[in-house]
């Protein structure tokens, strides 16, 4: 019998081994390992105050396929947000979140007006006239180009904000081809402004198609599903402390376990291994294996975050918006900073949360900047809540309150993250029957996770039909 060994069950992993059920046959054996007592990965959903809630990813990008298709196939539902729109806290005032930007870069001064001062607004019309715009073969930091077209307000009024709600990093200590793969090929195809390139990737008419999509029932259904119909064996608080070569397969040694879910050996021998691990993992569990990989992987840094989800009581009336994102250094009225990057103002942004208790989570933590995180849960609650409530007026008692913690949950996506990803994947097409999947690959987002587990289990039944 045909056994693949999945390491990780995480949305990537568990999609791989949705995958390889489906290319390999029901003959197949396919085992998926977890170190955690929950699968799932950063895809957590929760009971609040008798709501199904999500304190890990919320949602996923709708207008890149591989995800929606996946939820469709699953057959789950999927809904939309509703028009309530997102706002920003910048420059000491909160504003609309402008449309006509790319991650933040403008496509014309009028589309952030409102955000930046005049004299913003002014540096963001002259980019235009400025030197014409030449990238090197390379990627640029992202921070650095940015300001020295538009000024440091844009940066720090509207792209910061945007990019610490996908990485938890700010643009200064982030790639443009890595995270901005548009705007650098609109620059190489001929626009000689950021403003330019920006205004060839948003479309000519606005588009009645929904951005973001999610579960009624909570992502967690997700990973209920793959694992469902994947027909894998799931073996969760199973760490794997080691892969090495068993002959043309190979043996994988299990870290401390329950006798009922491993061998008396606490080893495993497979045909195929898919890795969907965190960076540090993948990194332990191939340096002597593949050390050029493993090398790679060392290199990504990492930043952690943490999710306060407040249920607050039925009728509390929140702000006519979706969100607010907070900038860095962000004050109030009185000069207090704020500790939070971003609230999501859930029961305005999904219908389904529409009745019962009010729904709003809070996010706290940015690349090489504790703060508040440092505090416990108790005291986290408390800041998150005060600045709920100088943000908004609102102070209204939480009938429940959970905090969830992601230690160093987001891979930086910074100037050398491309290489670093060619030299990962070089040297995993050199060893058959092994395959990567994940987030330090090619995006944080769901979609980008799905499409690198889709790839893992094409390349691991392709070596096993071989």
Known sequence: MTRVAVVGAGVSGLTAAYRLRQLLGAGAEIVVFEKTRTPGGKLRTTELAGVPYDVGAEAFLARRPEMLALVRELGLDVVHPTGARAKIHA???????????????PASAESVAGVLSEAGRRAVEAEASLPELRLPGGDVPLGPLLRERFGDEL??????PLLGGVYAG???????????????????????SLTAAAASQLPASPSSAPVFGTVP????????????????DLRTGLPVCDIERNGTGWRLRIGAAPTAHAPAENTIDADAVVLAVPAPS???LLADLVPAASAAFGEVELASMAVVALALPPGTELPAASGILIGQGERDAAGVPYAAKAFTFSSRKWAHFGTGPVLVRGS??????????????????????DDLARLTGVTAEPVETLVTRWGGGLPQYGTGHLERVERIE???????????AGATLHGVGLPACVATAEAAAQRVAAHLSA
């Open 91 to 105: 420059g000491g005032t909160v504003t609309g979140l402008p449309p006509g930007t790319v991650m933040g870069v």
């Open 155 to 160: 940066v720090d009024r509207l792209v910061d």
């Open 170 to 192: 700010g643009a200064d200590g982030l790639g443009l081809r890595a995270t901005m793969p548009g705007l650098a090929a609109a620059v190489a195809a001929g626009a000689g």
């Open 217 to 232: 029932g909570g992502l967690g259904t997700v990973v209920d599903r793959l694992t469902e119909l994947s027909g894998a």
């Open 282 to 284: 993948a990194r332990r």
């Open 364 to 385: 706290v933590g940015r690349f090489g900047e504790l703060g508040a995180l440092k505090a416990d849960d108790v005291e986290l609650v408390r800041v998150v809540r």
């Open 426 to 436: 070089k040297a995993i097409a050199g060893i058959p029957g092994l395959a990567v």
